[in-house]
């Protein structure tokens, strides 16, 4: 269990400090008063840093959390299918669709994370 404790520690980290970065740095108004137009990305970084919580719950137990981890798969792999059809309706930059990309290699190892438990 404790390679597995490291990946969701490693996961917790990743996904809080990447949340965190969306909520202080949303975008063109770093530096200026609030800007209600940033909203949708602080709020997806708060979600983000959120998911980010319950992967340091797995880490401390992995044992005990696999429906944390199932809707760590889901939010990953669902955040990708939206970004690849904003990405083909052009909605956003190749550049997004791409980083979004980052969550695929979480998807699977959570997912081999969930299938190796579940044989033993």
């Given at each position: 269990?404790?390679?597995?404790?490291?990946?969701?520690?490693?996961?917790?980290?990743?996904?809080?400090?990447?949340?965190?970065?969306?909520?202080?740095?949303?975008?063109?108004?770093?530096?200026?008063?609030f800007d209600?137009?940033?909203?949708?990305?602080?709020?997806?970084?708060?979600?983000?840093?959120?998911?980010?919580?319950?992967?340091?719950?797995?880490?401390?137990?992995?044992?005990?959390?696999?429906?944390?981890?199932?809707?760590?798969?889901?939010?990953?792999?669902?955040?990708?299918?939206?970004?690849?059809?904003?990405?083909?309706?052009?909605?956003?930059?190749?550049?997004?669709?791409?980083?979004?990309?980052?969550?695929?290699?979480?998807?699977?190892?959570?997912?081999?994370?969930?299938?190796?438990?579940?044989?033993?």
């Amino acid at each position: 269990m404790r390679g597995w404790s490291i990946l969701f520690w490693v996961a917790a980290a990743f996904n809080v400090i990447i949340g965190l970065a969306l909520m202080i740095f949303p975008g063109d108004d770093i530096g200026h008063d609030f800007d209600p137009g940033t909203l949708p990305v602080r709020a997806m970084g708060w979600f983000i840093a959120v998911f980010g919580v319950g992967y340091a719950m797995v880490a401390n137990a992995p044992d005990r959390h696999h429906g944390i981890v199932k809707l760590g798969v889901i939010g990953k792999l669902g955040f990708v299918v939206l970004m690849l059809a904003a990405w083909s309706s052009a909605v956003i930059p190749t550049s997004q669709f791409v980083t979004s990309l980052l969550d695929l290699p979480w998807a699977a190892a959570f997912l081999i994370f969930l299938r190796r438990e579940a044989r033993s």
